[in-house]
C-alpha cells in the first residue's frame, strides 16, 4: 500500500500565495474528491504535487510512501508514479500519440527492461476500444485538432496505458457531454483497486455518481475546509460555495493556522447516495 500525504503546503506563484497550508492524505485504495470555487488553488495543488515548476513550494511537505518528492523533477515523480490529467490538455502538433505513449511507457518501466512494442500496441488499442476512442487516433498528433471529448479520452489512454500509483483528475469531466462523462469514469474505475488512488477535482456530482468517492474535500482561499461524504456534494449542489463560506468563516490570508478542517467521516458508495 502506498500513501500520498501533504502536510502545511504552502506555495506561491509569482510571489503570490495560493496554497497556505493544505493537508491531504491520499492512500492507494481510495478515491477522493476535490470541489472548491474557482480560483481557490485546486489546479494549483494538482501542479504543485506533479512538480511544474511555474509554481514555488513556500513551506510544507509532499511525501510519497515516506519519501519526501518536492526536490524530485515532474519526469521523477511520473517514474514514481504520479500522474496528473490535465484539465487543459496541450496539443503537440508532430507528436504521434502512439509514439507518445510507447515512449512515456518506456521512461516507466524499471532500469533495463524493454518494452514489448507488440504487447503495448495490443493493449493501447484494447484500451481505446474500451474507452469508444478510434484507433485510427494512434496515427494523429497528440491533442493536434482534438475535440474537447477527445483530449480528454487521450488523457484517460494514457491513465489505462501508464497504470500510475495516484493519479490527479483536473476537471477531466468539465464541458463533457454524457457520454464522454461516463467513459471517463469507467476508465477511472478500471484503475480502481489496491494499489491505485485518484484525487477527482471536480464542480460537478456527475462524475461523482459514476466515479464514486470514499472522501469528499473542499478547498477555499488556499486550504481544505472541509472532509467528508458524499453529504457535502449534496449540500453544494443546493446550497453553493456560500454555505461553505458561512460554515468555515473568512479564513483571511496568510495566517500560518487558519481553520481546522473537519474530520472526515467514513464514507461509502451509500453515503454519494444517500
Ligand atoms: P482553481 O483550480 O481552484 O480554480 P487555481 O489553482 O487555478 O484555482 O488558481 C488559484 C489562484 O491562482 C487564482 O487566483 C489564479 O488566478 C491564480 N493563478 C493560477 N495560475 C496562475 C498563473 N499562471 N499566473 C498567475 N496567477 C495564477
Ligand atoms: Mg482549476
Not at 506533479?50 to 510544507?60: A, L, Q, S
Amino acid at each position: 500500500m502506498s500513501t500520498l500525504s501533504i502536510k502545511k503546503l504552502r506555495a506561491d506563484i509569482d510571489g503570490k500565495p495560493i496554497l497556505k497550508g493544505v493537508d491531504l492524505e491520499l492512500k492507494s485504495g481510495e478515491i477522493h474528491a476535490l470541489m472548491g470555487p474557482n480560483g481557490s488553488g485546486k489546479s494549483t495543488l494538482a501542479n504543485v504535487i506533479m512538480g511544474n515548476p511555474r509554481y514555488t513550494v513556500t513551506g510544507g511537505s509532499i511525501k510519497l510512501d515516506g519519501k519526501d518528492i518536492l526536490a524530485l523533477p515532474v519526469h521523477e515523480r511520473a517514474r514514481l508514479g504520479l500522474f496528473l490529467a490535465f484539465q487543459y490538455p496541450v496539443e503537440i502538433p508532430g507528436l504521434g500519440m502512439a509514439k507518445f505513449l510507447r515512449r512515456a511507457a518506456e521512461t516507466r518501466l524499471p532500469e533495463g527492461e524493454h518494452l514489448n512494442v507488440s504487447d503495448f500496441l495490443k493493449g493501447a488499442r484494447e484500451s481505446m476500444d474500451f474507452l469508444s476512442f478510434d484507433r485510427a487516433f494512434l496515427n494523429r498528433a497528440l491533442n493536434d485538432g482534438f475535440s474537447g471529448g477527445e483530449k480528454k479520452r487521450a488523457e484517460i489512454l494514457q491513465l489505462l496505458t501508464l497504470k500510475p500509483r495516484f493519479a490527479i483528475f483536473d476537471e477531466t469531466d468539465s464541458g463533457l457531454d454524457i457520454d464522454a462523462l461516463k467513459v471517463v469514469a469507467a476508465g477511472i474505475e478500471k484503475m480502481r483497486g489496491p494499489d491505485f488512488g485518484a484525487l477527482i477535482i471536480t464542480h460537478y456530482r456527475r462524475i461523482l455518481d459514476y466515479a464514486v468517492p470514499s472522501i469528499v474535500h473542499v478547498m477555499y482561499q488556499g486550504r481544505i475546509v472541509l472532509s467528508g461524504g458524499g453529504e457535502i456534494v449534496k449540500s453544494l449542489e443546493e446550497k453553493g460555495y456560500d454555505w461553505v463560506k458561512d460554515l468555515v468563516g473568512d479564513p483571511g490570508d496568510d495566517t500560518e493556522a487558519g481553520p481546522p478542517a473537519r474530520t472526515p467521516k467514513p464514507a461509502g458508495r451509500e453515503a454519494l447516495h444517500a
